[in-house]
C-alpha cells in the first residue's frame, strides 16, 4: 500500500501499520470522513480511468484504489500492456486518489472493503467479469455497498491498443475512415457481435470537462513557475517520473505544462503521431497530481512572450532530443539566453514509440484478449436478454390486467403501484420468471439485480416494444427492489 504526499497529512498516516489502513480511521474520524473504494487493472491509465477516479472522490472524502497483479489480470483478462509496478505508480499520480492498494483481488468483497475500513466501493456503469463470467461485484452489490459512476465515452484501453496500431495520421480526427473501421472490427467486436459494454465511440470535449480537471489554482506568492512542452502522447509512467522530477525542482512549485497541437505533434513525431488528440491529451495531464496548468496548443519554441506571460522561473526538457524549430532554430533559445533552463533526468526513458512496440509485439495476444472480455459480455447480455423475454411473456397479460383495474381506482396513483406491486404475479407468473431462461444462477442473479427499465432501453434497443413496455416495467422495478 502506497501514499500520495501531497494528499496526506501527519494525522491521517502513521509508517507503522498504515498497509492495514486501520490506523487513518479512529471512530472519531470516520463521522467525518466518507471513505470510497476503487479497484481495477489500470492498464495503459487514460483520461477515462482518471475520470472514474474523480467521481468516484466526489462522493466522499478519501478514496482508496486498489490495482490487480500481472498474474491476476492475465488469469482473467488476458496479459497487460504494463508491469504492475509501472500499473501502482501510473495510478498513485492521479491527483484525486489518496492511497493506493497493491496486488488487490480481481473480485471484490466485503472483507476487501472491512479490511481498508470503505464505506463502499466505485465503479463505472459497465461490467467486469471473472474468468468463468461471474460479475466481479456481485457481493458488494448484494449487501448495498456499491456505487456507480458513469464511464467516460470515446476512450478504452481498447481503442487505444487498436490507434496504434494504425498506420494513419488522420485516426484521432476521422472515425468514419476506412481503417478506423478495420480497427472497430478488430479490438471492439466479438465473434458474435457487439457488446453493448466495449467498443470505440468518439471523444467530444466540452469544456465542462476542462473545469472538472482542472486545479483552478493560482500561482500564489513565493511559487516556482516552470514550464515543460511536449507532445505527452498517451500519457505512462515515463512521463509521470519526469513531471515528478521537475515537481522537485523548487520547494513549492508551480508547473505548467505546454501541449503541442496535432499537427506540430506529427512534423516532428512522424508516422501516426499523436495517437491521442490535443482533447484528450489536455485531460491526460490535467489528471497528474505534478501538474498545475496546461497551456492547450502551446508553441513549439518557447519564447519571449511566452516566458514573460507566465512569469517563467524555470524550464525544463528531459533526456529525449531537442528537436530544432521549422526554421532550424533551437526553440529553447530563449530560456537558454536567460539562463534559466535546465535538463533534467527522471531516470526513466520510457517513451511512446517503447509502448506502441509493446502492443505490435503482442498484437494477437491483445486482439485474443479483448475479443475472449467481449464474448463473456456478449453471454451475459444474450443471458439478460432471454430472462427479460421470458419474463415479459410470462407477466405482460397479468400485468395489463392489474393495471386496468388501477385505474379505475385512481388514474392518477394506481399506475406507478401496479407497476412495482409484487401482488400482480400470478404463481404460474412467479414460476415463468425462474423457468424462462436457461442460464447458470449467477446470470440469473445478475439480471435480477442489474437490470431496469433504462438499461434495458439502452443496452437493448430493440428488446422493448410499445405494447411490452408496461408488462416489462412491472417485472424489471420489482427486479431491482
Known sequence: ??????????????ESGAGQGDL???????????????????????YGHSNQLRQAKAMGDYLIVGVHTDGEISKHKGPPVFTQAERYKMVQAIKWVDEIVEGAPYVTTLDTLDKYNSDFCVHGDDITLTVDGKDTYAEVKREGRYRECRRTQGVSTTDLVGRMLLMTKTHHSNIDNSDYQQHTDNFGKGPKGHSPWTGVSQFLQTSQKIIQFASGQEPQPGDTIIYVAGAFDLF???????????????????????LHFD?????????????????????????????????????????????????VD???????EVLPDRDTADPYAEPKKRGIFRTVDSGNGLTTDDIVQRIIKNRLQFEARNQKKEAKEIAVFEAMKRQAEGEQAGDTAQAAHSCVSGERGD??????????????????????????????????????????????????????????????GSILQKQVK
Open 24 to 46: 487513518a480511521c479512529s471512530p472519531e474520524k470516520r463521522k467525518r470522513s466518507v471513505r470510497v473504494w476503487c479497484d481495477g487493472c489500470y492498464d495503459m491509465v487514460h
Open 411 to 472: 388514474e392518477q396513483g394506481e399506475m406507478g403501484q401496479c407497476l412495482s406491486s409484487e401482488q400482480d404475479l400470478t404463481e404460474e407468473g412467479k414460476k415463468a420468471k425462474l423457468q424462462s431462461a436457461k442460464i447458470d444462477r449467477d446470470l440469473y442473479e445478475y439480471a435480477k439485480r442489474e437490470m431496469n427499465v433504462v438499461k434495458i432501453l439502452m443496452l437493448g434497443k430493440s428488446l422493448l416494444n410499445s405494447k411490452g413496455f408496461i408488462g416489462m
Open 314 to 320: 524555470l524550464v525544463c526538457h528531459g533526456k529525449t
Open 263 to 311: 499537427q506540430e505533434v506529427n512534423r516532428y513525431k512522424g508516422k501516426n503521431y499523436p495517437i491521442m488528440n490535443i482533447h484528450e491529451r489536455t485531460l491526460s495531464v490535467l489528471a497528474c497530481r505534478y501538474v498545475s496548468e496546461v497551456v492547450i496548443g502551446a508553441p513549439y519554441a518557447v519564447g519571449k512572450d511566452l516566458l514573460d506571460h507566465f512569469k
Open 1 to 14: 500500500m502506497i501514499k500520495n504526499g501531497q494528499h496526506t497529512s501527519s494525522d491521517q498516516w502513521t
Open 236 to 258: 505512462h509512467i515515463g512521463h509521470v517520473d519526469f513531471l515528478e522530477t521537475v515537481y522537485k525542482q523548487a520547494e513549492r512549485p508551480y508547473v505548467i505544462v505546454g
